[in-house]
């Protein structure tokens, strides 16, 4: 009796094998639309990797044989542009953002003088004046922020108000000011010891002894400010401090 259970169960029942080809087909096609409708895996991305588009910027740019030249003790802030015949002296800051573009003539920082954030430097082939068409910035000057200086020559101890603009072959005296927003314009004078304002620049008044004596003091006090910022920043690599951690690793005294 049991025999013939066996095989009637044989008959009726197929065998997994049998029924295999006939679910494969139905598990790809239910499986298919799953596949078809899951999004791709993100790509893989390591710690160090960069999330944005950085092309960098060049600090000194060389043009022909003219190369930007920067004192030692100079601060030339990391985004400043330095192109073709620009000399920045002993002592000199050039802040944030400015640009000083010396592709057609001649660009001096004098000793201890600062150019502020924003400033454009530019100097022509000739000045129409016949005064000499580079920019000079001799020493203990101050050029207030966003101003612009096209061909001009600024004498020691002076200063230059913000977003200020001295056009072609302007010249500007020893102990003079320039108020903040003034244009100077191409061949224009300002004598020793008076301060001028306006738009054009016009005479306003004689500079006291007091106020005199206070414009080299602006200009000592942006270098002892530019101390703090020039020591954030090593003129050499900074292979040293790797170099440190390994041995601190190793433990290898330093």
């Not at 298919?32 to 600090?59: F, L, M, N």
């Not at 050039?94 to 003088?113: M, Y």
């Not at 000079?136 to 000057?141: D, G, L, Q």
Request: net charge neutral.
């Amino acid at each position: 009796m049991a025999a013939a259970l066996a095989r009637f169960s044989r008959r009726a029942i197929p065998s997994s094998s049998r029924l295999l080809p006939l679910l494969r087909p139905l598990s790809s096609e239910a499986a298919a639309p799953a596949a078809a409708a899951a999004p791709p895996p993100p790509p893989p991305t390591s710690a160090d990797h960069v999330k944005w588009d950085y092309r960098g910027q060049r600090r000194v740019i060389p043009l022909g044989q003219w190369v930007p030249k920067i004192a030692v003790d100079a601060y030339v802030a990391p985004n400043v542009v330095l192109a073709g015949q620009v000399t920045v002296y002993d002592g000199a800051s050039v802040w944030n953002g400015s640009v000083l573009r010396g592709d057609l003539n001649k660009i001096t920082v004098g000793f201890c003088s600062n150019v502020q954030e924003r400033c454009v430097l530019h100097a022509a082939w000739s000045s129409p004046t016949g005064l000499p068409a580079e920019t000079s910035i001799e020493r203990y000057v101050t050029i207030g922020a966003y101003s612009l200086l096209r061909s001009c020559t600024i004498e020691p101890e002076c200063i230059i108000g913000q977003h200020s603009i001295l056009m072609e072959g302007s010249l500007v005296e020893t102990n003079s000011i320039l108020e903040a927003g003034s244009v100077l314009p191409p061949g224009r004078r300002i004598p020793t010891g008076e301060l001028w304002a306006g738009n054009p620049a016009r005479f306003v008044r004689k500079l006291t002894h007091e106020e005199i004596l206070e414009i080299p003091k602006l200009a000592v006090a942006i270098n002892d400010l530019m101390q703090s910022h020039f020591s954030e920043f090593l003129p050499y690599s900074t292979v040293y401090l790797e170099v440190e951690i390994m041995k601190k690793a190793l433990s290898i005294p330093l």
